[in-house]
């Protein structure tokens, strides 16, 4: 694929661009004509790029490109930029693509990621935390750790960020993010924006509603309680430590690919119809863990999806169950 990139850095071509305290280099602009993105006099400031692979961006590394591929310089590009959209632009938002499946042929509209922008992280209160969407889930429970306070040691060990957990209701160990939400700040698809309290929002395992009109997450407030003897720290580390053992940490996969059925766990019936290690080009159900799907060299995205619907079949066939994915798919078949 050629490559038609802009960016709208006014650093210009080959420059650089600070990345949270790192250098990172902006890609240089193409030759050809931009595609028009703002209908304001307002360009954006952050670094906006056509065509590109959203394979760079998902953990699976696998993925068609994104027409255009936003990553807001902070929170007021960003509002602003969404605010100039052509009406009805199909948006993707991005946070580390660690639950995401993107079809080969791309996704025909704008992608955004927030994990290199909106990564403000503070106190908020006696027992608060604020975390803009953007911001690592690790590193929010260790923030609160490191402040004693309890709660949040089940983000430790999820490789996304603040919008994707609050996207997918993240959750591990028996606990999930929502229960721990005071208040979400939202962003409008008019790039209007407005705190709502928790109670506003619906939500259920690996699921959430999002109310009418609202584009994307720009950030949250944390209950969190005192972590009074360290108990809950302990119970972190040991959890984090379990993980790394029972998962293909490392390999590329996007966790786990199904939600657990009632009164069950997916990975047990994936495993007791023998599908560990089964392959679809790239695509390998793990040996390590049933419920993982990891990708080597040269995996497309078509191979996964087409082993999440031979695994689903299957066990469907042999057990009754329809195992319904939480990873989601979006884009174009190519
Ligand atoms: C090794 C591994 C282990 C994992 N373990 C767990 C686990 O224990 N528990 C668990 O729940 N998940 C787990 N996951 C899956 C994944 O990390 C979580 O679902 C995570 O919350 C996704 O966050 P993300 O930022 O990567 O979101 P993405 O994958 O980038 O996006 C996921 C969804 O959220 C939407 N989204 C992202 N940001 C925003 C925003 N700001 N506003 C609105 N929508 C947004 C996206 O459009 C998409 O629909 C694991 C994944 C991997 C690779």
Redesign the pocket.
């Known amino acids: 694929m050629s490559a038609t990139k802009k960016t709208s850095s006014s650093k210009g071509k080959g420059t650089a661009r600070k990345t949270r305290g790192r250098k990172r280099a902006v890609r240089p602009a193409s030759s050809r004509a931009p595609v028009p993105v703002t209908r304001g006099p307002q360009a954006p400031r952050g670094l906006l790029i056509e065509n590109e692979p959203l394979s760079r961006?998902?953990?699976w590394r696998v993925g068609g490109p994104a027409r255009r591929y936003f990553e807001p310089a902070d929170r007021e590009d960003l509002i602003a930029f969404v605010r100039n959209l052509p009406h009805g632009e199909p948006l993707?938002?991005?946070?580390?693509?660690?639950?995401?499946l993107v079809r080969d042929g791309g996704w025909a509209g704008t992608a955004?990621?927030?994990?290199n922008a909106?990564d403000g992280l503070v106190e908020a209160g006696a027992l608060e935390l604020y975390a803009e969407?953007?911001v690592h889930?690790a590193r929010l429970a260790k923030f609160a750790q490191q402040r004693k306070r309890a709660g949040l040691g089940?983000m430790a060990?999820?490789?996304?960020?603040?919008?994707?957990?609050?996207?997918?209701?993240?959750?591990?160990?028996g606990d999930?993010?929502w229960p721990h939400v005071a208040a979400v700040e939202v962003?409008y698809v008019d790039g209007r924006t407005a705190w709502l309290d928790a109670a506003e929002v619906r939500y259920a395992y690996?699921h959430i509603e999002?109310p009418p009109g609202?584009?994307?997450?720009?950030g949250a407030r944390f209950s969190t309680t005192p972590d009074v003897d360290g108990e809950h720290e302990r119970q972190t580390r040991e959890s984090l430590a379990k993980?790394k053992q029972t998962?293909?940490?490392g390999r590329?996969?996007?966790?786990?690919t199904f939600r657990n059925p009632p009164n069950d766990f997916a990975a047990r019936l994936i495993e007791s119809c023998g599908l560990k290690g089964r392959r679809v080009g790239g695509a390998e159900v793990s040996t390590m863990h049933a419920n993982?799907i990891i990708t080597s060299e040269g995996a497309t995205a078509a191979d996964v999806e087409s082993l999440i619907e031979q695994v689903r079949t299957i066990v469907r066939e042999q057990t009754g169950v329809d195992l319904i994915p939480?990873?989601?798919v979006?884009g174009e078949k190519s």
């Open positions: 961006h998902t953990s993707l938002w991005l946070g580390l693509g660690s639950n995401l955004i990621s927030l994990h909106l969407a953007g889930c089940f060990g999820i490789p996304g960020t603040v919008g994707g957990a609050l996207a997918m209701n993240a959750g591990a160990w999930e993010t962003l690996r999002l609202v584009a994307g997450f720009l993980r998962q293909p940490v590329p996969s996007a966790g786990s993982f939480e990873v989601r979006v």
